[in-house]
């Protein structure tokens, strides 16, 4: 035992000897958090679109009053008026506006006859999100215009009540559980797998070949030290993030206890996937190679930033089998519905089992002799 954690202590020794490594490991999470979180979290403002009027009559006028209004209130576009059908639809291409409305000759004298009146919208939709924003905002408002002037005293349409669970969840928040997840997995990337190739190119563990020290106390004292590493990591995070995205879970001791244990089974996950794959690498290229790699087929397919729903069947698959997965869901369960411990019992089921059983895999491959 003492052997054991003589050499966790030499690796804790030199992560905290190098504290340039330690605030790199997690500045990309946290600068994610921050870009990321503001860059797609947000709902469409500013957009420019064209109103081209054939129709000059009442009901265009209360279209363009409906225009004006969104425009000064939720502000999501804004109108620009245009003369020429052709030249909008050009500007629209070429980017100058992101969307044009063409209202029709005779438009007004449609509304009042009920001959099937109908608006134009022109959008570029190489652009899905701003073209699915604007769409659904003019959807809102033709719907809103469709409204008869006196309701009827029997209501004959379905509506749909929306009931929310939970308060608005801003990107920021959604996007901290893949931060936390992604600090942790830098932490073992960097404070495990390349210096452990890096100790082994300098010759470091030929001295730990000529001690009586056993396979299993070496695998275990390294193990242990990369595991601390990532919590330290991962506590570090969970802290500074939440505070950032303005989330107040972490202030709660039972919600502090299940991110721990998520965090310690993360870190052991992580780690025991890690050493599996660099137990017989030599080359300390291999890992500085394969960072990239890895943190785009395990981040990305994990749900971090888009739900997994929406993936095609070969990419659930992947999110089947990845730690990371189970890591951010069980975050997003604390830090974002308060789940507690019933939330996230399988996700420590397969965090710790998965943990464990890289390890039992990988100390049977690592290599006693030179």
């Not at 044009?100 to 190489?126: E, H, K």
């Not at 009827?152 to 931060?179: C, D, N, Q, T, W």
């Not at 070496?218 to 989330?247: D, R």
Request: glycine share 8%; net charge neutral; charged share 15%.
């Amino acid at each position: 035992m003492n052997r054991m954690l003589a050499i966790t202590e030499r690796e804790m020794r030199k992560f905290f000897r190098s504290p340039v490594l330690m605030v790199m490991s997690m500045m990309l999470p946290l600068v994610q958090l921050v870009i990321l979180g503001n860059a797609f979290g947000g709902k469409i403002t500013g957009a420019k679109v064209a109103v081209v009027d054939h129709d000059h009559g009442p009901q265009s006028v209360k279209i363009k009053e409906a225009f004006d209004a969104v425009g000064a209130n939720i502000r999501t576009f804004t109108t620009i008026t245009y003369q020429d059908e052709v030249t909008a639809r050009e500007d629209v291409r070429t980017g100058k506006i992101d969307a044009a409305v063409i209202i029709p000759p005779q438009f007004s004298r449609m509304v009042y006859a009920g001959d099937r009146p109908a608006l134009g919208l022109v959008v570029d939709n190489s652009d899905q999100f701003m073209s699915g924003s604007l769409e659904s905002e003019m959807q809102s408002l033709v719907d809103a215009l469709n409204q008869p002037v006196i309701p009827e005293r029997v209501v004959k349409s379905v509506a749909l009540k929306i009931v929310e669970l939970y308060p608005f969840v801003e990107y920021m928040k959604y996007l901290l559980s893949g931060s936390i997840a992604l600090a942790m997995y830098i932490s073992v990337m960097i404070g495990g797998g390349m210096l452990y190739i890096d100790d082994k190119a300098r010759g470091v563990h030929e001295g730990y070949l000529v001690t009586p020290i056993t396979k299993l106390e070496l695998v275990m004292g390294l193990n242990i030290a990369g595991a601390a590493k990532a919590v330290l990591s991962g506590i570090c995070i969970t802290v500074i993030g939440s505070l950032m995205a303005g989330l107040g879970t972490i202030f709660s001791p039972m919600a502090d206890v299940e991110l721990l244990t998520l965090i310690l089974g993360t870190s052991i996950a992580f780690n025991g996937m890690m050493f599996l794959m660099m137990v017989r690498v030599e080359d300390p290229l291999v890992p500085r190679a394969m960072f990239g790699v890895l943190n785009t087929l395990l981040f990305f397919p994990a749900g971090s930033i888009y739900p997994i729903a929406a993936f095609p069947p070969w990419l659930r698959a992947i999110a089947i089998v990845d730690p990371f997965t189970y890591a951010i869901h069980g975050f997003k369960a604390i830090l974002l519905k308060d789940g507690g411990f019933v939330a996230i019992q399988g996700d420590l089921i397969f965090l710790f089992t998965f943990g464990i059983g890289t390890l039992l895999l990988a100390t049977p491959l690592f290599k006693r002799t030179l």
